[in-house]
């Protein structure tokens, strides 16, 4: 991966430099849990072992890699079925995916500090103090016992979905438990799970040693394993050393004129700071910006159509129409293709239609557009929204609360400037790294096929 080197951003410019925005205050370190480095060490090996998977070949980083800035380097990608990387993945040709993933891989930067209350593209898992629970989330609340975090919670759906790593059917122990809808209980996926991590042994004395609870094998509980991988996501990536990062801790260092430039565009005259806001470039909230869809959509099992209306999925309220969360814009410049469908490849076009979703809808409009989006080998129609006039309009009139707004390419250059002092090599490269091998014995999750 060839990384934008941030402080190549900076070089000192006048200290009475005039700033107008709202510009953030500095991350603290109380954003962050203190990390137990032998739990995130253990979740760094359940992170990249494939044995999570029904069919045990597909890992958590196989769909959020270091190479890829934590996501996968496409605008939708293959999960169980595919082999590969990136653009690299395809088919397997005896076990072809029906679909893509529907949404975007989202990046894990920060995912660990406090202030992320609310996750995935749509939202569905948030913190909420009138749960007993203390989290909302799809599924029953008495099935939550057990995580320490959202960001633990977060970690069951994956290996639930039958498109991601579950597998389809009754192609293996766990998709057959999650096709008869057992979670939770003695034979259910979560239980199969754990007993394949409890008859290893290098694992138990692993988690024996992390967590006093467990004293024998059979202690280990999925809950525990899903802890663990988000220690370790929360200490791998955690994101506060960028350029941007130093300029706020001491404005003194300054930034490039480009990027200054920009910097005062994103928190004055763009309005980008208007959503993108506080320290982390995003108020986590739910917003319709008219994004292009591809791909097969959020659609449930008794329906046929290619929507994905994003939050209002969860809500049911048509207000919540084709809104998506806000994105944190660490690392932004790396983890393209961009948006909740990664219709975009190139950072300079996406600002351009973001801010103006009229243009952006007549711009997908064009053959050689979609020709250029990134998306891995797969039979199936994914231009079926934007080639139906009225979806397309549909998604158009739900960002049309908010004003076009126009800036000339000088003025989107400079915002690009600004964006790539958001880049944090400790961050993207990763504390932990990939590991040599996994205790499961498997090919380490996220290697080439």
Known sequence: MTLARPFAFLMAVSATAAFSGPIPDPVQSSAYAAVDIDEAILGQLLFYDPILSGNRNIACATCHHPDFATSDGVSLGLGEGGIGLGLERRGAPDNMPPHRIPRNSPALFNLGASEFKVLFHDGRIEVDPAMASGFRTPLDDDMLDGFASLLSAQTMFPVLSPDEMAGHGAENDVSKA??????????????????????????????????????????????????????????????????????????????????????????????????????????????????????????????????????????????????????SLRNVMQTGPWGHAGAHMVMERFLRDHLDPVAAADHYADAKTRRAVRLPPLEGDDWREMDDALARDNIIQAALIREPVGLASSDIAALVSFLRTLDDETALYGRLGIPQSVPSGLAVGGAPN
């Not at 663990?228 to 350029?243: K, L, N, P, Q």
């Not at 739910?286 to 659609?299: I, R, S, V, Y």
């Not at 449930?300 to 809500?315: I, L």
Request: proline share 5%; hydrophobic share 40%; with cysteine.
């Open 178 to 327: 999650v096709r008869q809808g057992l979670i939770t209980g003695e034979d259910g996926a979560w239980d199969i799970l754990s007993r394949r991590i409890s008859a290893l042994p290098d694992y138990t004395q692993r988690f024996s040693g992390v967590y006093d609870h467990i004293k024998i094998p059979d202690d280990i509980s999925f809950t525990d394993i899903s802890n663990a991988i988000a220690v370790f996501i929360a200490h791998e990536w955690r994101s506060d050393t960028s350029g941007f990062d130093a300029y706020l801790r001491d404005p003194a260092i300054g930034l490039s004129l480009e990027a200054e430039k920009g910097m005062n565009l994103f928190y004055a005259d763009a309005g980008c700071s208007v959503c993108h806001s506080g320290s982390f470039q995003t108020d986590h909230k739910f917003h319709a910006m008219g994004a292009p869809q591809l791909g097969p959509g959020k659609a449930a099992a008794f329906e046929d159509h290619a929507h994905d209306r994003g939050r209002m999925g969860v809500t049911g309220d048509p207000v919540d129409a084709f809104a998506f969360r806000t994105p």
